[in-house]
C-alpha cells in the first residue's frame, strides 16, 4: 500500500468551477501535510499546509483534513487555466515526509 | 537571491564522465535534502542532512555522493551513471526541530541526461 495515495488524473475542470484534489495517507503518525503546485518542467512550489482537522482556507484554495478517515483534500474555486499543473500531496511524520504521485488537474476555458 | 538555487539547470553527461550538482540555501534552514524525480513516479528521497550531519542515506547506488559543506551548501557528485539516472534532481531545504512539521522549499532542480 502506497503510504500517500494520489488519483493521478487527470482531472479536468472547466474555468470557473471548482477543482477538487484528494489524498489519503496510510501512516497515524502524520501531523502534517502540504499541497504543491508542480508545473511542467519546474519545481514543486508550496501552496497550502494543514496540521489540524478542520479547514483552512487562503484565497481561492481550502486545505480540508480529516486524521480519523486519514484524508486529506484540496479545493481551488474558482479555477483558472493557470491553475493546470500537478498538484502534490505530502504527509509528514516525525522522521520523514512522503509524497505521492501528485495529481494533474487541467482547467479548459 | 531566490530561496534555494541550484546549477546547472541542465546537465547531459556520459556514462564514464564525473560531474558535481550545486544546491545553496539562502533561507537559514538547517536541513538540506536532495530528491530524484522520474516521471510518472513519485518524488524520491535520496539524501537528509540535518546540521550538516548526513541523517538518512535512502539505499542510494554508491555512484551518487552527497556533500555537505556547511549548512546552506549541498553537492551531489556523479560518476559512473547509467541512462535511467537521467531525471529532475531536486533539491530543498527546511527548519528542522519545530514540534509539528515543516515544509521543504525546493530549488528549480537539474534535469539530468545521461547518454
Known amino acids: 500500500q502506497k503510504e500517500v495515495e494520489q488519483n493521478s488524473g487527470p482531472l479536468s475542470v472547466p474555468e470557473g468551477a471548482i477543482a477538487s484534489l484528494n489524498c489519503t495517507y496510510s501512516d497515524r503518525g502524520s501531523q502534517s501535510f502540504f499541497w504543491y503546485r508542480q508545473y511542467s518542467g519546474k519545481s514543486p512550489e508550496l501552496i497550502m499546509f494543514?496540521?489540524?482537522?478542520g479547514d483552512k482556507e487562503d484565497g481561492r484554495f481550502t486545505a480540508q483534513l480529516n486524521k480519523a478517515s486519514q484524508y486529506v483534500s484540496l479545493l481551488i474555486r474558482d479555477s483558472q487555466p493557470s491553475d493546470s499543473a500537478t498538484y502534490l500531496c505530502a504527509g509528514r511524520a516525525p522522521d520523514k515526509l512522503i509524497f505521492g504521485t501528485g495529481t494533474r488537474l487541467q482547467v479548459f476555458p | 537571491e531566490t530561496g534555494v538555487t541550484q546549477t546547472p539547470r541542465h546537465l547531459v553527461m556520459g556514462m564514464t564522465n564525473k560531474k558535481s550538482l550545486k544546491c545553496e540555501q539562502h533561507?537559514?534552514?538547517?536541513?538540506m535534502y536532495w530528491y530524484k524525480q522520474s516521471a510518472k513516479k513519485p518524488l524520491e528521497l535520496m539524501f537528509v542532512?540535518?546540521?550538516?550531519?548526513?541523517?538518512e542515506n535512502n539505499s542510494v547506488p554508491s555512484r551518487f555522493s552527497p556533500e555537505c559543506p556547511n549548512s546552506s551548501h549541498l553537492f551531489l557528485h556523479l560518476h559512473t551513471l547509467q541512462p535511467e539516472d537521467s531525471a529532475l534532481y531536486l533539491c530543498?531545504?527546511?527548519?528542522?526541530?519545530?514540534?509539528?512539521?515543516?515544509?521543504?522549499?525546493f530549488g528549480n532542480g537539474t534535469r539530468l541526461t545521461v547518454t
Open positions: 494543514i496540521y489540524s482537522n
Open positions: 542532512y540535518n546540521f550538516k550531519e548526513q541523517t
Open positions: 530543498a531545504s527546511s527548519q528542522e526541530g519545530a514540534v509539528l512539521g515543516t515544509p521543504l522549499h
Open positions: 533561507l537559514g534552514h538547517n536541513a
